[in-house]
């Protein structure tokens, strides 16, 4: 047994995009748009993964501890639902695996009959998560798919027909808007089979300035995070932007519920970026969105559940109730 990692190529799905691309493609759109936006999905390359794990392990970010709460104490909450029946474990973003372990250690412990299957768009990322299982697990059958999320399921559901539970654990559906956030959950539920888990990490609402400090750590953990995307863009496809002349600056927004992150000009300029050829022009003080994250309100969860076809199965809060691991089941109808 041991953790192995596959790259779906052509020959396992239809078509599979190029992620450089994709990444091309989604600058030119978003420094075209006004405003002017950068895709939180590319924080994580190698750099931005690394500087992700410091800020989860600042004082202020308080969204780790709470889940790492959560799962340490209600573990057995997942175990009863899987008890019995050979499932794949599968993790859309796993990062580090350090939350996951939790429960990997206790399903192995329990003699479960499962396969961990984490799924993440990074090869850097994957191949540190395999390293890192093979050392702690070496009993755990482990099989990463290195691709998007719905790609990854449904070649998975098309390989095997075992019962799944998802995690989307931290805050990650946080960074979709509610239009976009229920276009995932469609989706999710699309790529799954009737009766299959999803377990959805959600940041509830609280104390204003608790919620901004997390996001603005004093040691700039998080400042360092947003503007690797810049660095990220110079190297990969050749832009020149300065990053002494960009601050990041994040806030909420008390009427949509998230927190909003930005990279400000700090001057008038021009960025070039050589691998699409254009040139971006930028007032002093212009902003560049780079990431929500929205905080839920206990109603706002059961609507997304009932309005994209799950069942809430339960709900796991930490101590403080700052945060909650909601445990939803796929619900579909036969048609005959």
């Not at 104390?207 to 996001?215: R, V």
Request: with cysteine; glycine share 6%.
């Amino acid at each position: 047994m041991s953790a192995t990692y596959h790259i779906l190529t052509h020959k396992d799905l239809d078509k599979v995009g190029s992620l450089d691309q994709a990444f091309a493609s989604d600058v030119l759109v978003g420094l075209s748009q006004t405003p002017k936006t950068l895709s939180s999905r590319y924080f994580y390359d190698e750099r931005g993964s690394r500087l992700f794990q410091k800020i989860m392990d600042l004082p202020e970010y308080y969204l780790t501890a709470c889940e790492f709460d959560i799962l340490e104490s209600q573990k057995t909450a997942f175990s009863t639902l899987m008890e019995g029946e050979s499932f794949n474990l599968v993790e859309l973003g796993a990062g580090d695996g350090r939350k996951t372990s939790i429960l990997l250690e206790h399903f192995l412990k329990k003699s479960f009959a499962f396969q961990y299957i984490p799924i993440d768009i990074s090869e850097a990322s994957m191949q540190t998560l395999t390293d890192l299982l093979n050392k702690k697990f070496p009993e755990l059958t482990s099989k990463g798919i290195i691709a998007e999320y719905f790609d990854g399921l449904k070649w998975l559901n098309h390989m095997n027909s075992r019962r799944n539970m998802v995690l989307f654990l931290g805050s990650n559906l946080g960074n979709f808007d509610k239009a976009h956030s229920r276009a995932f959950l469609h989706n999710l539920w699309n790529a799954l089979n009737n009766g299959d888990f999803v377990v959805i990490g959600f940041d509830l609402k609280k104390d204003i300035d608790l919620m901004l400090k997390a996001y603005n750590d004093a040691g700039g953990v998080t400042a360092e995070f947003n503007l690797n995307l810049l660095r990220r863009i110079n190297r990969e496809l050749g832009g020149n932007f300065d990053l002494n002349k960009f601050r990041f600056h994040s806030s909420y927004d008390v009427f949509t519920g998230a927190m909003e992150s930005y990279l400000v000009s700090k001057e008038k300029q021009t960025v070039f970026i050589k691998e699409i050829s254009q040139s971006f022009s930028f007032e002093a003080w212009e902003p560049i969105h780079t990431e929500y994250s929205y905080k839920y309100l206990e109603s706002d969860i059961q609507e997304l559940a009932a309005e994209t076809g799950f069942v809430i199965e339960k709900q796991l809060y930490d101590s403080k109730k700052y945060f909650v691991d909601s445990i939803w089941r796929v619900q579909k109808i036969d048609s005959f």
